[in-house]
């Protein structure tokens, strides 16, 4: 969900995209969003953007003509800006101001939850306090005179969520600042800013070593204001930048230095370097090496064997042949197939003769 910084952001976005450009005819909002429409059209118009918390001002002037107009603009969920081409608009882009000239471009407000809200010729809200990234004397002064409000009898994470004294602030931003000073998310919030009134340097500090000791052991009003600057700072460093004055190594250096990184880098059959030693073989001193105790524990299986024979022994070496399957004496019994067992039950053999009786 966008917060101070992403609403920062976004202002500033406006300012340095829309730099130079004109924009001319009515403002266009989509036919789905529920927002009021703009009843503003101009031949020639700029626009300019400014932030303050979570809300983001677009102003409409005119080149020539009447005076300008202001849209006051609340994020949402999902809302951003965005400048592409006029023939290919992103989908739920629900409010668009156009350029003028033969490649025309938007303007985009683009919010595909539908939360975002705007308003012509709108204010700021009133009852949102100073921010947080703009307005950090006019924020710390709003909260330490007003502790006796009811709302800092909340926990402390319920508390930072109020923007009548935290303009600005949302939900990962106040996981990170309490994080940071290990307050316990439930602690009372008066508790935890009381402590802040009496916050006083000593007087025998130099002016650096106070900002040293600021910047060691920040407040909790102070991470307030200093890890949303960090976030609106966290895309301008790019990845793998050097330091200035160190120029980029040359691929074709022969120097002692470079040769065998540049050589695993190029070649990509290259293995990596292994950090393990390799290991030592020692000959001479009593300890036997790889190949002497592969040969030992081959010899060590080959004893725990039963010898089958006299002859199998590990003097002689030599081979015993397989042993024959034993055979048990009685014949092999072979499965009469189910046509004689048929026959049988349906001519039983003749019995053997009685003793005594005389045939007839």
């Given at each position: 969900m966008p917060e101070g910084p992403e609403l920062y952001l976004a202002g500033r976005f406006v300012n340095e995209a829309c730099r130079g450009l004109v924009f001319t005819g009515p403002v266009e909002k989509s036919s789905v969003s529920r927002n009021p429409e703009v009843p503003f059209c101009s031949s020639s118009y700029c626009i300019s953007a400014a932030s303050r918390g979570k809300e983001v001002k677009l102003t409409l002037t005119p080149l020539t003509g009447t005076g300008p107009t202001d849209l006051v603009f609340r994020f949402g969920m999902s809302g951003s800006f965005r400048l592409v081409p006029a023939d290919a608009l992103p989908r739920h882009a629900h409010l668009r101001f156009y350029t003028a000239g033969p490649c025309r471009r938007a303007l985009c407000f683009v919010d595909v939850r539908r939360f975002g809200r705007w308003e012509v010729q709108g204010t700021w809200q009133a009852g949102r306090g100073p921010c947080v990234l703009q307005e950090y004397q006019k924020f710390r002064e709003n909260v330490l005179q007003n502790l006796e409000d009811k709302v800092f009898n909340k926990p402390i994470c319920e508390a930072l969520l109020d923007q009548r004294f935290f303009n600005g602030i949302g939900n990962y931003l106040r996981a990170e600042i309490l994080y940071r000073l290990r307050i316990p998310p439930f602690e009372k919030a008066r508790t935890v800013l009381e402590a802040l009134r009496q916050r006083r340097l000593s007087s025998e500090l130099t002016l650096s070593q106070k900002v040293k000791a600021k910047l060691q052991n920040p407040d909790l009003l102070e991470l307030c204001h200093t890890v949303p600057m960090e976030v609106t700072h966290l895309g301008k460093k790019r990845r793998g930048s050097r330091p200035k004055g160190k120029a980029r190594p040359d691929p074709n250096t022969t120097d002692a230095e470079d040769t065998e990184p540049t050589r695993r880098r190029n070649d990509p059959k290259a293995g990596r370097r292994s950090s393990r030693k390799p290991r030592k073989e020692t000959v001479g001193t009593g300890t036997p090496g790889p190949e002497e105790r592969v040969e030992e524990a081959r010899i060590r299986t080959r004893s725990r064997r039963k010898p089958t024979a006299p002859e199998d022994s590990l003097a002689t070496g030599e081979r015993v042949p397989?042993?024959?399957?034993?055979?048990?004496?009685?014949?092999?019994?072979?499965?009469?197939?189910?046509?004689?067992?048929?026959n049988e039950l349906l001519c039983p053999p003749s019995l053997p003769p009685v003793m005594g009786t005389v045939p007839a």
């Open positions: 397989p042993r024959p399957r034993r055979d048990s004496g009685s014949a092999v019994r072979r499965r009469k197939p189910k046509k004689e067992k048929a």
